[in-house]
């Protein structure tokens, strides 16, 4: 295994910190994990942007193939890392095992994916207008265009996801397959699994004879550093996955700048359920059951996980109510990621029961930090009149909400803030009812699902993980799937430039066989 | 001709405004012209927010066809205004006839290339990741993603464009073609001009069936529609082009909201010219009299006008001023678009005549508002040395920069701020050079052009009009050529829905023929 420093893993380099140390906790047991963690003083941070900087000319201009292997390189890394990872990152984040295993995969699957997208190109956006010297009254001038990498990014880690929206997570691989260098900053809940991953990403940009301002790995105290890096001239764009508060100061920052960049900060969401009446006709316990899972699942402490379930009143939502009522009473508390995250989520079932009736509560889990899992219950006029029962709680809360009919289902999710899922549980006849609800969802979400429940994010082409205002900062992308690689690039337009001067994706000769939009007609590459 | 009102035309109805009234004014001779034009309170602005919202939901689901039928149909309308359209753009502007109508020509030339790409559909960007079933360890959901629109556009029209950057400008037309209602807020230099095109547009809604919240336009005293327009909450993105503090102002705004909003706004650039050795071993005359040609065309007042023209020591670059200086000598002030920008115009050269050396000043033109062209020089240290020289003077004034050797060209050239264009006049001799340039001019600018002019900007699918902040707010877009259109659009994704409730873009028949990436690669349509 790795041996842990304790340190930032700045471009390749182990950089002691000066303000002060940190300690990783088990979150099940409150014991101290060594070893200690130094923690940067802004002043050092520099270090990292300023070789990042350095790194980004000669990263951004890399031949597909060695791009792609590059990428490679980070996931057969990170899975040579094998079990000395998993137990870390559960030890460090109280996740099981099992879910720190299907997360490494996933995580090392993306890298793979987006290794895929590198070597085939069609993000690099090629678009072609030949010259067309005999056009009246003007000839037309060859223009050429394609996506330039932003520059360096900084990268904020969640502390849910300690792989996949962490070290090597989805923004650093989209920001890394993009072209651009990563200063990633830890949380530091998760150190030494941060540390781990850093390390197998530094080995890989040295066994790749990359630069090593490719990627660096910062400790910081507070909000200090990660401000900093936020703020630091050298810094194009910013990928965050957190809290609403800390996604909104950064975006402040960021906008502050005396040249302002962009922010994809992933922020917050209830991720609405509608069940309609039709769900209710098959098998009601089998649908509880899912809910419950989704609801509980690693402590709730997912972004998907479903909030509010609007439920029909009468006797099948009855039944739905009877059997998640019973599943929740029987349902122990599972660790939560820090105390402060307990804390938060105890503080946030307290307001929403001086609020809201309690239909269900399980017992609390080991340690003290697992928290019973809850269910409310309330009518949907209660849920339009009061703005706080639209608040997320983090972890394994969800609010009950009873409606009665059409009307109130659409007036209800008209009401509902930008969302990173909706979803929609219906049977046949429920078509004209979800054909009324679709383009309102399509208003509010980023991700519409039917007959499902939207905890577990697919990591593919097509997957949209973003959503309007205030899921995210940036509804226009995602921070999951390939598509999200193209946040961190712009368009570049090359006019009458010789063949010679031209990148080589948009030279004659086509020498990476790119896709290309020639005239605005699609030549599929590859050849 | 179709009778000018004075009023506003919202969704369809001319609308009195209840804030005073306002009088085109002919630059060239100070006439007031008529009518009148009421302005909007604030309070009436929200009339043409709603309807936009109303329009939102049908304009967004419109067939292929039948929408890029209506943008044809705009274009149609507005050739057939014919010479009444040409002869009040020039009254209004003091822009010559033939400059209008080839504006004229860009404008519907543009619309029908949008109706093109609404046609073809790839701009949908449809991705189909299919379910996989027997996937281990877990089955494979089917997820299918497409862009939908983000809803009412609120454009600013600007000056120096009465047609192609105003009414059914690329803002609007690359909005209407996204499928966004759009509420444009009239310049009040061209106002006569902007009723004439809105009047068109509204026909052509009328005549396509459309809702008439597709389209307002919108007079306004001062800075205070335009405010209430970006802080509505039925407006979901905002264009704007014209100066760097009312670009910043709305973006303020714009991130001020509750539920903030982006802002592609296109404000300020010098256009950096770097004319390098070699590019004087050729016709140096030529060379200079397209220069000066690019300068003054249009009185200068173009976004892409060449504000700084690096050219070497020596004496071919000698010969190079003394041709610029005998052309700019003999050339006469064009009537300016405004007094305001006329007077800006003349406080922006009496700064730069403090600071560097008036090279060659041409005489004024007819009226009070035809300055005459000015040309600066400096030296490189000079330039370094001094921020101001660095700011745009919009209008018929350039500066040259003296420069001796490749190292103080990629200084400057590392120093100056973001550009929408920046060009490079090279032999084959200057390669080396050049490319040295090139990835500093990629990080600045948004169009890189060799041995050429930066005016005259391309429709096309390929052209970038766009660039780093400060030229505009949002380096990741282009407000001019096809790509303009993905601005105003964000993904969705349907995870499981049933085919029928699909949208027809993502339906397994793929009954709009679109171009699909199905599992990552793409499959064309156009059947």
Redesign the interface.
């Known amino acids: 295994m790795t041996a842990l420093t304790g340190h930032s893993l700045i471009a390749g380099e182990r950089v002691a910190g000066t303000a002060g140390t940190t300690h990783a906790v088990s979150p099940a047991t409150g014991e101290r994990l060594d070893p200690p963690y130094t923690l940067l003083d802004v002043d050092q941070v520099a270090a990292a942007t300023t070789a990042a900087a350095e790194a980004s000319?000669p990263f951004s201009?890399l031949e597909p193939a060695a791009h792609a292997a590059f990428l490679d390189g980070v996931a057969d890394r990170i899975d040579a890392l094998g079990e000395a990872l998993v137990e870390r990152a559960a030890l460090e984040t109280g996740l099981p095992a099992a879910r720190i295993t299907?997360e490494r995969a996933r995580t090392t699957g993306q890298l793979r994916l987006f290794a895929?997208?590198v070597r085939?190109g069609?993000h690099r956006g090629v678009?072609?207008?030949p010259a067309a010297p005999d056009r009246r009254?003007?000839p037309?001038?060859d223009?050429?265009?394609r996506k330039?990498p932003?520059?360096p990014v900084a990268v904020f880690g969640a502390s849910n996801f300690p792989l996949a929206f962490s070290t090597a997570g989805g923004d650093t691989a989209s920001a890394l397959a993009a072209g651009c260098p990563v200063v990633f900053k830890a949380h530091n809940a998760h150190p030494g699994t941060s540390e781990l991953v850093a390390s197998a990403i530094a080995e890989a940009i040295a066994a790749h004879g990359l630069h090593p301002g490719v990627f660096s790995l910062v400790y910081g105290p507070g909000a200090a550093v990660g401000q900093a890096l936020v703020a630091d001239p050298a810094i194009q764009a910013v990928g965050f996955t957190g809290s609403r508060a800390g996604g909104l100061a950064i975006v402040r920052t960021a906008?502050a700048r005396p040249?302002?960049i962009?922010v994809y900060a992933e922020m917050s969401s209830v991720n609405p359920v509608f069940v309609l009446p039709g769900a209710l006709d098959g098998d009601v316990d089998a649908l509880a059951t899912a809910y419950v899972a989704s609801v509980t699942g690693s402590s709730g402490q997912l972004c998907t996980q479903p909030g509010v379930v609007f439920v029909p009143r009468g006797d099948a939502g009855d039944r739905f109510l009877a059997t998640t009522t019973r599943l929740v009473d029987e349902a122990a508390g599972q660790v939560m990621l820090t105390p402060g995250i307990a804390r938060s989520w105890r503080e946030g079932v307290e307001t929403r029961s001086s609020r809201a009736a309690v239909l269900a509560r399980g017992s609390e889990g080991p340690g003290g930090n697992a928290p019973a899992p809850v269910v409310h219950a309330v009518s949907s006029s209660d849920f339009l009149a009061d703005d706080a029962l639209r608040d997320e709680i983090f972890g394994a809360a969800s609010l009950v909400v009873r409606y009665d009919g059409a009307d109130e289902l659409t007036t209800a999710a008209e009401r509902i803030e930008?969302q990173l899922t909706a979803t929609i549980q219906l049977a046949?006849r429920d078509?004209a009812l979800?054909?009324a609800l679709?383009?309102v969802l399509?208003?509010k979400?980023?991700?519409?699902?039917?007959?499902?429940w939207p905890t577990?994010v697919?990591v593919?082409?097509?997957?949209?993980h973003?959503g309007?205002?205030?899921a995210t900062?940036?509804?226009?992308?995602?921070s999951v799937g390939?598509?999200a690689i193209e946040r961190f690039?712009?368009?570049?337009?090359?006019?009458?430039?010789?063949d010679?001067?031209l990148p080589a994706a948009l030279r004659d000769a086509n020498p990476w066989n790119l896709?290309r939009?020639v005239?605005?007609v699609?030549q599929?590459g590859g050849a």
């Open positions: 000319g201009t299907g895929s997208v085939q069609d678009r072609i207008d009254p003007l037309r001038v223009i050429r265009q330039v932003l520059g906008q040249t302002p962009p930008g046949e078509h979800a054909a679709l383009p399509e208003r979400a980023g991700r519409i699902l039917a007959n499902g577990g697919e593919g082409h097509a997957m949209v973003g309007p205002f205030p900062s940036d509804s226009r992308t995602t390939t598509l690039l712009r368009p570049v337009a090359y006019q009458n430039l010789p010679a001067l896709t939009r005239d605005g699609l599929p």
